[in-house]
């Protein structure tokens, strides 16, 4: 039976141009609905641009433009970033938008009229220079949490607590950088503390016929926050400010936490007026649609706390699913200017690179856990050239001519009893992808397409069909060799046609066969008459690489947020009593922290742990301490690792064929001997006494450790 679902990702912020950190969680959202399409799903995509909010308001006044004229150039280039990047939206709209304001001001009214709203007198930071009250993200000082300076006045970046500007030590003015004073101001506050009952029914699946609202570790991050205690949410700000006005509260607006996930809403009533559906068949309490998320894990708190408690407390329905995903490091570090690894968009596109690359590369990486991803640039152009054009298009590119010379593009019209068996075995790893799509396990569906894509290969390799081709008595055989090839080629076509829309509708054309469901795909082209093949796809240059990562350095400076060189300021002074953060409550770090301390288990999600197998192990000249091994990391490809244990192993030619444990997102590091690419994991002392840890050899090569 059809599920109709209406699906959604994080939106944008409209203050500067799209970069690789958000295509991460943008290109898992479009994969999703590309393959939920194939599943025969109704599927409406919608998102939109994240247009208020005080920064907003200065960078265009910094721009010597209206807000509005600001907003509209911006989400022209996310437009078109998303056209390039092949993304399937069925509408994408903007928070500036009428059908924002009536749904954000029903759903306060409604939230007014149940009692959730509360107004009450408040002290918040103002800047005397600048004559304002000072939005968080304007203010900086150092965490109350953690003790990490310059953090910003809603969260720290170094250990996720949430909590009030007030709540900061020694904060100062990002605008100005002048010390803040507190006045009051009347402010409006969503009484989340009132939905505990309803946010455990959700977390329970009470809503979702018992299936689970979120990846099962954001949920018990989730269930902390609330066993903590929830506080109640300040939904206003005062003028001056770029938004909406609170109804009947001269002077104050909606704070763009507020608004901004009405958004989705907004967008989709665009696209209601547009086509004819109806509003309230998915967002009604009692409605049968589903109602999907895709957002990063920086913002849980919002999505798994206060959306769903602000759409029930206005009568309408709690999400289905919170789809999450973690941070993107680029070469094993933060995104960073001076390296030129801040790589925009469009940058990545200017520089010649194939939009589908960078969807394939992430999807590699996914899994329905939050994990951070790794755009290691040496692997990705490795893993590009080797899966897609050395193993997928080199199946076609090395059988298609024959077919088209000695078969008029005509292929056989059966199996022979060899072809059907390797056939029936290929097509049983391709009967869980779509399972594997629904439950966001992308990484699965890549290994997938390599096993099989190798067992293609290495039939092709053995049957030589270009030796074949010299011998008139085997025209036979080489119709079967090259009919199992491109039913295969098919069969992987429809595999990653989520993930490479455009690249599959090319391969479509030259099989004369289109696949519109992954079914389709199994479908064999008995008697099928293709067409002449041309080539798909190119490998990556590494010259273009190099030329994004120039081009991104010479971005250099152009941030669209202020920053002001800190200036030491002043503790202000607060009630005795501060409200309590919505993260773990835990003492500052000090500098004489024990280092057996405990971490928290998203610590431990940062390692990306895998299984290597050895295929070359030795010593190293010029070393008494290091062996280089050469590993065969799966989908990952061959990574070379140098570890200090020669002392414990004296014949490492013995350590070939052994699986090994090993870090596979620790950053490359360059030694004189060559780069070293991860850590392997051993167990000792140190010296002789250390042993390399093991995994049963069912455990294949690139396998995550769990």
Known sequence: MSRRLLVTHALPYANGPLHLGHMLGYIQTDIWVRAQRMMGNEVHFVAADDAHGTPIMLAAEKAGVSPEVFIAEIRAGHEADFSDFHFSFDHYHTTHSEENRELASLIYTRLRAGGFIANRTIQQLFDPEKDMFLPDRYIKGVCPNCGTPDQYGDNCENCGATYAPTDLINPYSVMSGATPVLRDSEHYFFELSKFEPLLRDWFGGKFTAGKPVANSGVVAKLMEWLDGGLKDWDISRDAPYFGFPIPDAPGKFFYVWLDAPVGYLASFKALCHQTGLKFDDFLSPDSTAEMHHFIGKDIINFHGLFWPAMLHGAQLRTPTALHVNGYLSINGAKMSKSRGTFIKARTYLDAGLHPEFLRYYFATMLSDAPVDVDLDLKAFEERVNSHLIGKWVNIASRTAGFVQKYFDGRLADHFDAEEAEIWRFIESHYDDVSKL?????????????????????????????????????????????????????????????????????????????????????????????????????????????????????????????????????????????????????????????????????????KLDLRIGKVTACEFVDGSDKLLRFELDAGTLGKRQIFSGIRAAYAEPEKLVGRNVVFIANLAPRKMRFGLSEGMILSAGDGGSDLFLLDADQGAAPGAAVR
């Open 437 to 605: 799509y629904e439950d966001g396990e992308f990484a699965e569906v890549t290994r997938k397409f390599v096993l099989i894509a190798d067992v293609i290969n290495g039939y092709i390799a053995a049957k030589a069909p270009w030796l074949m081709a010299k011998d008139d008595s085997r025209r036979d055989e080489l119709q079967q060799v090259c009919t199992l090839a491109l039913n295969g080629f098919r069969l992987l076509a429809g595999l990653l046609k989520p993930v490479l829309p455009a690249t599959v509708a090319a391969a479509e054309q030259f099989l004369a066969a289109p696949i519109s469901n992954f079914d389709d795909a199994r479908r064999t082209l008995f008697g099928q008459t293709i067409q002449p093949f041309e080539s798909l796809l190119s490998r990556i240059d590494p010259k273009h690489v190099e030329a994004m990562v120039e081009a991104s350095k010479e971005s250099l400076g152009t941030s669209s947020e202020p920053v002001v060189a800190p200036v030491k300021a002043a503790s202000v002074k607060k009630p005795k009593e501060s409200s309590k953060p919505m993260s773990d409550s835990k003492p500052a770090i000090s500098d004489t922290a024990d280092a057996t301390s405990t971490i928290s288990i998203d610590d431990f999600a």
